[in-house]
């Protein structure tokens, strides 16, 4: 299964219409992927579901083990602050380690407002996920300006689909 993980629990969100527009060019390959949404987090999530709660929250049990069971997944991550957000770090820490990741395979695609679209948050992910185990597609599009680039569900910059059709194959052939 491969799972696409929306990088934030702000709503509304732009990750989130991002990793819907990635799950079509998915289906069209002819993958299935479900979307694990950051924004589906329980409100309580910081106090119910980590450390010494972990894996006892019956809310968040059922995106702890989805994710343990991707064999694949594809992270939509926000620039926050020059990296990704506090909550998907958050996120990280509650699932099962080392389980959840290692020898597992990601993708990462990076957005922002401002010019750098994440490269320094797909960066600090990478150096989590491989900490934890995983594999890191080389691609790692950063779709910078986001605001501009992407109305009404639809990219109007051509070069970004073309990036994220490049990554979706390779990431299926990874
Ligand atoms: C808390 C916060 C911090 C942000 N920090 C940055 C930043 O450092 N650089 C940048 O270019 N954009 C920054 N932005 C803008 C986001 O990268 C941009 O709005 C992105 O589309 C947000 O994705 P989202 O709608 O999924 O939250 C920030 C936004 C928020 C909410």
């Given at each position: 299964m491969i799972a696409i993980i929306s990088?934030?629990?702000?709503?509304?969100s732009m990750s989130k219409e991002i990793a819907l527009f990635y799950q079509k060019i998915l289906a069209e390959f002819g993958s299935n992927t479900d979307i694990i949404d950051?924004?589906?987090?329980?409100?309580d999530f910081l106090n119910v579901a980590?450390?010494?709660n972990s894996g006892k929250s019956d809310a968040f049990n059922p995106m702890r083990i989805q994710m343990k069971m991707s064999a694949k997944m594809i992270f939509i991550v926000p620039e926050y602050n020059g990296s990704f957000p506090g909550v998907l770090k958050a996120f990280i820490d509650a699932l099962?380690?080392?389980?959840?990741?290692?020898?597992k395979k990601c993708a990462l695609i990076g957005l922002s407002?401002?010019?750098?679209?994440g490269g320094l948050a797909l960066s600090h992910l990478t150096d989590i996920l491989n900490y934890c185990g995983a594999n890191v597609l080389a691609q790692k599009p950063r779709l910078a300006r986001i605001e501009a680039s992407f109305q009404d569900g639809e990219f109007s910059n051509p070069t970004y689909l073309e990036l994220l059709k490049e990554q979706a194959q390779a990431f299926l052939d990874f």
């Open positions: 990088g934030t629990n702000r709503e509304p950051l924004g589906k987090l329980p409100t980590l450390y010494k099962e380690f080392p389980n959840t990741f290692k020898n407002s401002g010019s750098q679209g």
